[in-house]
Protein backbone atom coordinates (compact mmCIF):
# COMPACT_ATOMS: atom_id res chain seq x y z
CA UNK A 1 0.00 0.00 0.00
CA UNK A 2 1.13 3.38 -1.02
CA UNK A 3 2.64 5.60 2.12
CA UNK A 4 0.44 8.91 2.90
CA UNK A 5 1.57 12.20 4.82
CA UNK A 6 -0.43 13.83 6.91
CA UNK A 7 0.80 17.08 9.62
CA UNK A 8 0.79 15.71 12.83
CA UNK A 9 -2.06 17.98 14.29
CA UNK A 10 -4.21 21.13 13.71
CA UNK A 11 -6.52 22.99 15.73
CA UNK A 12 -9.51 24.54 14.26
CA UNK A 13 -12.90 26.55 15.49
CA UNK A 14 -16.78 25.30 16.02
CA UNK A 15 -18.55 25.70 13.36
CA UNK A 16 -15.78 26.35 10.83
CA UNK A 17 -15.24 23.44 8.16
CA UNK A 18 -11.77 21.52 9.14
CA UNK A 19 -9.80 20.59 5.86
CA UNK A 20 -7.53 17.79 6.42
CA UNK A 21 -4.87 17.20 3.90
CA UNK A 22 -3.26 13.91 2.69
CA UNK A 23 -0.25 13.72 0.15
CA UNK A 24 -0.02 10.34 -1.32
CA UNK A 25 1.97 10.74 -4.27
CA UNK A 26 3.24 7.23 -4.73
CA UNK A 27 -0.97 5.92 -4.84
CA UNK A 28 -1.80 2.92 -7.79
CA UNK A 29 -4.22 3.17 -9.97
CA UNK A 30 -5.94 0.71 -7.89
CA UNK A 31 -5.65 1.94 -4.81
CA UNK A 32 -8.33 3.94 -3.14
CA UNK A 33 -8.50 6.88 -0.56
CA UNK A 34 -9.70 6.04 2.79
CA UNK A 35 -10.10 7.83 5.70
CA UNK A 36 -11.26 6.99 9.33
CA UNK A 37 -11.00 8.45 12.29
CA UNK A 38 -9.92 7.53 16.46
CA UNK A 39 -12.03 9.69 18.97
CA UNK A 40 -10.28 9.13 21.82
CA UNK A 41 -10.65 5.78 23.74
CA UNK A 42 -12.94 4.51 20.69
CA UNK A 43 -11.70 1.94 18.08
CA UNK A 44 -11.53 3.71 14.71
CA UNK A 45 -14.51 5.12 12.86
CA UNK A 46 -14.68 4.97 8.97
CA UNK A 47 -15.54 8.60 7.66
CA UNK A 48 -15.62 8.14 3.77
CA UNK A 49 -13.38 6.74 1.01
CA UNK A 50 -13.09 7.40 -2.85
CA UNK A 51 -11.33 6.60 -5.83
CA UNK A 52 -10.53 9.65 -8.16
CA UNK A 53 -14.01 11.17 -8.14
CA UNK A 54 -14.99 13.46 -4.79
CA UNK A 55 -17.38 11.86 -2.54
CA UNK A 56 -19.80 13.57 0.16
CA UNK A 57 -21.57 11.47 2.90
CA UNK A 58 -23.09 12.88 5.81
CA UNK A 59 -20.17 13.07 7.48
CA UNK A 60 -17.86 14.92 5.61
CA UNK A 61 -16.44 15.33 1.75
CA UNK A 62 -13.50 14.32 0.06
CA UNK A 63 -11.46 16.10 -2.51
CA UNK A 64 -8.83 14.42 -4.77
CA UNK A 65 -6.76 15.86 -7.01
CA UNK A 66 -6.79 15.17 -10.31
CA UNK A 67 -3.82 13.80 -10.21
CA UNK A 68 -4.59 11.54 -7.57
CA UNK A 69 -1.12 12.20 -5.41
CA UNK A 70 -3.51 14.27 -3.06
CA UNK A 71 -6.68 14.99 -1.23
CA UNK A 72 -8.60 16.95 1.20
CA UNK A 73 -11.23 15.48 4.19
CA UNK A 74 -13.33 18.54 4.85
CA UNK A 75 -15.54 18.73 7.58
CA UNK A 76 -17.87 21.10 6.86
CA UNK A 77 -18.92 22.47 10.35
CA UNK A 78 -17.25 21.35 12.81
CA UNK A 79 -18.40 20.30 16.27
CA UNK A 80 -16.49 19.80 19.90
CA UNK A 81 -17.24 15.88 19.13
CA UNK A 82 -15.26 16.00 16.05
CA UNK A 83 -11.78 16.28 18.06
CA UNK A 84 -9.75 13.09 16.82
CA UNK A 85 -6.95 12.05 15.56
CA UNK A 86 -8.05 11.17 11.47
CA UNK A 87 -6.21 8.73 9.36
CA UNK A 88 -5.50 8.86 5.50
CA UNK A 89 -4.93 5.75 4.04
CA UNK A 90 -4.64 4.36 0.62
CA UNK A 91 -6.04 0.84 -0.19
CA UNK A 92 -6.32 -1.89 -3.13
CA UNK A 93 -9.99 -2.21 -2.20
CA UNK A 94 -10.15 -5.96 -2.38
CA UNK A 95 -10.67 -8.97 0.55
CA UNK A 96 -8.02 -9.51 2.54
CA UNK A 97 -6.18 -6.15 1.63
CA UNK A 98 -5.76 -4.55 4.81
CA UNK A 99 -5.53 -1.10 6.05
CA UNK A 100 -2.08 0.36 7.42
CA UNK A 101 -2.10 3.53 9.43
CA UNK A 102 -0.18 5.67 9.44
CA UNK A 103 0.60 8.95 12.33
CA UNK A 104 -2.83 10.51 11.72
CA UNK A 105 -3.92 14.51 12.51
CA UNK A 106 -4.94 14.73 15.70
CA UNK A 107 -7.59 17.79 15.50
CA UNK A 108 -8.61 19.59 18.18
CA UNK A 109 -11.69 21.37 17.81
CA UNK A 110 -11.93 24.96 19.88
CA UNK A 111 -15.24 26.82 21.10
CA UNK B 1 -23.27 -2.10 9.32
CA UNK B 2 -20.75 -4.53 11.62
CA UNK B 3 -21.19 -4.92 15.23
CA UNK B 4 -18.19 -5.71 16.58
CA UNK B 5 -17.89 -7.12 20.32
CA UNK B 6 -14.62 -7.21 22.40
CA UNK B 7 -13.90 -8.80 25.71
CA UNK B 8 -13.03 -7.64 28.20
CA UNK B 9 -12.66 -3.92 27.54
CA UNK B 10 -9.62 -3.86 29.71
CA UNK B 11 -7.87 -6.12 32.32
CA UNK B 12 -4.70 -5.90 34.48
CA UNK B 13 -2.45 -8.85 34.22
CA UNK B 14 0.70 -10.00 36.09
CA UNK B 15 4.17 -10.15 33.83
CA UNK B 16 4.60 -13.88 32.53
CA UNK B 17 0.97 -14.83 32.59
CA UNK B 18 -1.63 -14.53 29.43
CA UNK B 19 -4.10 -13.32 28.25
CA UNK B 20 -6.91 -14.56 25.64
CA UNK B 21 -8.93 -11.83 24.14
CA UNK B 22 -12.19 -12.17 22.18
CA UNK B 23 -14.08 -10.79 19.10
CA UNK B 24 -17.65 -11.25 18.05
CA UNK B 25 -18.98 -9.82 14.80
CA UNK B 26 -22.97 -9.84 14.54
CA UNK B 27 -22.73 -11.02 11.04
CA UNK B 28 -20.64 -13.58 8.91
CA UNK B 29 -17.11 -12.36 7.77
CA UNK B 30 -14.36 -13.67 5.55
CA UNK B 31 -11.09 -12.04 7.40
CA UNK B 32 -10.55 -10.85 11.01
CA UNK B 33 -7.74 -8.65 11.93
CA UNK B 34 -6.33 -7.64 15.00
CA UNK B 35 -4.46 -4.70 15.60
CA UNK B 36 -1.85 -3.46 18.38
CA UNK B 37 -1.94 0.30 19.55
CA UNK B 38 0.69 1.31 21.54
CA UNK B 39 0.31 4.37 24.18
CA UNK B 40 0.62 7.64 22.65
CA UNK B 41 1.02 5.80 18.88
CA UNK B 42 -0.89 4.52 15.47
CA UNK B 43 -2.46 1.53 15.19
CA UNK B 44 0.48 -1.88 13.80
CA UNK B 45 -1.41 -5.18 12.38
CA UNK B 46 -0.40 -8.12 14.21
CA UNK B 47 -2.02 -10.81 12.11
CA UNK B 48 -4.90 -11.51 9.62
CA UNK B 49 -7.34 -14.11 10.98
CA UNK B 50 -8.83 -16.35 8.18
CA UNK B 51 -11.62 -19.02 8.94
CA UNK B 52 -10.19 -22.45 8.57
CA UNK B 53 -6.46 -21.71 8.16
CA UNK B 54 -3.58 -20.16 10.18
CA UNK B 55 -3.24 -16.87 10.49
CA UNK B 56 -1.01 -14.55 9.08
CA UNK B 57 1.38 -12.73 11.00
CA UNK B 58 3.10 -9.23 10.32
CA UNK B 59 6.75 -8.43 10.41
CA UNK B 60 7.54 -8.73 14.11
CA UNK B 61 4.60 -10.71 15.36
CA UNK B 62 5.27 -14.51 15.80
CA UNK B 63 2.23 -17.11 16.51
CA UNK B 64 4.08 -18.10 19.66
CA UNK B 65 3.49 -15.27 21.66
CA UNK B 66 0.00 -13.88 19.84
CA UNK B 67 -1.06 -17.17 18.74
CA UNK B 68 -5.03 -16.47 17.48
CA UNK B 69 -8.44 -18.52 17.23
CA UNK B 70 -10.80 -18.63 14.24
CA UNK B 71 -13.14 -21.31 15.10
CA UNK B 72 -15.47 -19.26 12.32
CA UNK B 73 -17.07 -17.29 10.49
CA UNK B 74 -17.95 -14.87 13.39
CA UNK B 75 -15.65 -14.90 16.10
CA UNK B 76 -11.61 -14.96 16.88
CA UNK B 77 -9.93 -15.13 20.11
CA UNK B 78 -6.04 -13.29 20.18
CA UNK B 79 -4.28 -14.50 23.17
CA UNK B 80 -1.22 -12.45 24.65
CA UNK B 81 1.63 -15.10 25.75
CA UNK B 82 3.88 -14.59 28.64
CA UNK B 83 3.05 -10.86 29.52
CA UNK B 84 5.37 -8.73 29.94
CA UNK B 85 5.03 -4.61 30.94
CA UNK B 86 5.93 -3.61 27.00
CA UNK B 87 3.08 -5.61 26.09
CA UNK B 88 0.82 -3.00 27.62
CA UNK B 89 -1.53 -1.77 24.77
CA UNK B 90 -4.49 -1.32 23.44
CA UNK B 91 -5.91 -4.23 21.01
CA UNK B 92 -8.23 -4.35 18.63
CA UNK B 93 -10.38 -6.90 16.74
CA UNK B 94 -11.49 -5.53 12.63
CA UNK B 95 -13.91 -6.83 9.97
CA UNK B 96 -14.49 -5.66 6.82
CA UNK B 97 -18.39 -5.23 5.91
CA UNK B 98 -19.85 -7.94 2.93
CA UNK B 99 -18.54 -5.51 0.28
CA UNK B 100 -15.13 -4.91 1.51
CA UNK B 101 -15.96 -1.09 1.51
CA UNK B 102 -15.79 0.00 5.36
CA UNK B 103 -13.82 -1.81 7.92
CA UNK B 104 -15.47 -1.83 11.58
CA UNK B 105 -13.25 -1.91 14.82
CA UNK B 106 -14.25 -2.88 18.21
CA UNK B 107 -13.70 -1.01 21.32
CA UNK B 108 -10.62 -2.29 22.14
CA UNK B 109 -9.13 -3.97 25.14
CA UNK B 110 -6.77 -1.74 27.23
CA UNK B 111 -4.13 -4.22 28.50
CA UNK B 112 -1.96 -3.20 31.41
CA UNK B 113 1.00 -5.79 32.47
CA UNK B 114 2.30 -4.84 35.98
Known amino acids: DAKTTQPPSMDCAEGRAANLPCNHS???????VYWYRQIHSQGPQYIIHGLKNNETNEMASLIITEDRKSSTLILPHATLRDTAVYYCIVRIKAAGNKLTFGGGTRVLVKP | SAVISQKPSRDICQRGTSLTIQCQVDSQVTMMFWYRQQPGQSLTLIAT?????????ESGFVIDKFPISRPNLTFSTLTVSNMSPEDSSIYLC???????????FGQGTRLTVV
Open chain 2, 49 to 57: ANQGSEATY
Open chain 1, 26 to 32: TISGNEY
Open chain 2, 94 to 104: SAWDGWNTEAF
